[in-house]
DNA sequence: ATAAACCCTGACATTAATGTCAGGGTCAAG
DNA sequence: CTTGACCCTGACATTAATGTCAGGGTTTAT
């Protein structure tokens, strides 16, 4: 399928799709006219690739086990667990001095409604 | 006092002072030499400057009420109210965000693990 | 008078995925 | 054969605070 289909079938749009594979994680064959065409598994790819990207992941992360993931389980792709993990680690951070600045500003809030 | 003296008492760069500058949040008078002069008051205007930074506020939104809150109580200073809602609105989403990746991590994780 | 230590401005780089535009081919239907 | 709807590449823009470099003036101490 042309890359036209690929977007509006999966709702990612064109510039995307093209950086995805300039950052391979998705292979097409190019036709004689110069235009690309992907194979009809290419849309569960996308899709996995959005779910990753929402997890935070980068697409650097996300190339180095792509591959495995599409054709086994995650818990077979040893470079799974570790960038989960590490994603997890930094996660916590953010949590944390998100929680901390929140307990900032509501104290600070509070302290101004209460001395209106 | 000079630049580089307000950089070292304040541990904040010079390329940060100057680009407080820029935005308005910080103010100096030109010697003959063209070089900044800041006042004494600027120190604690600089702790001031990195606290609400460290809130995750902007230097715009800072630039908003900075002037009043140098002189008044925060409570006294319209601006800040307002501003600092919306910025705890923003944190909510993130956190809620955050956790929901970081839920879903864990059950990753956690699976990978007792498949192995 | 020279060297070290300041100061100045202006400009480009950083991050990461995506939007957008320009300039130009290709294809399909009328 | 023309028009509209595709496709291509390449490039710049986005965000925000900060780092860093170049090229050049100033001050201070020796």
Request: hydrophobic share 35%.
């Amino acid at each position: 399928m042309k890359i036209g289909e690929l977007s509006s079938m999966t709702g990612v749009s064109i510039r995307s799709l093209r950086y995805y594979e300039e950052q391979g994680l998705l292979t097409s064959v190019r036709m004689d006219n110069g235009y690309r065409e992907f194979s009809p598994l290419a849309e569960e790819q996308v899709r996995t690739i959005q779910f990753y990207l929402s997890l935070g992941l980068t697409t650097e992360q996300i190339a180095s086990f792509l591959t495995c993931v599409l054709k086994n389980k995650e818990a077979f792709c040893e470079e799974v667990l570790p960038i989960f993990e590490q994603k997890l680690k930094e996660i916590d951070g953010q949590l944390l001095l998100l929680s901390q600045i929140k307990t900032n500003l509501q104290d600070r809030i509070r302290s101004i409604q209460e001395e209106r």
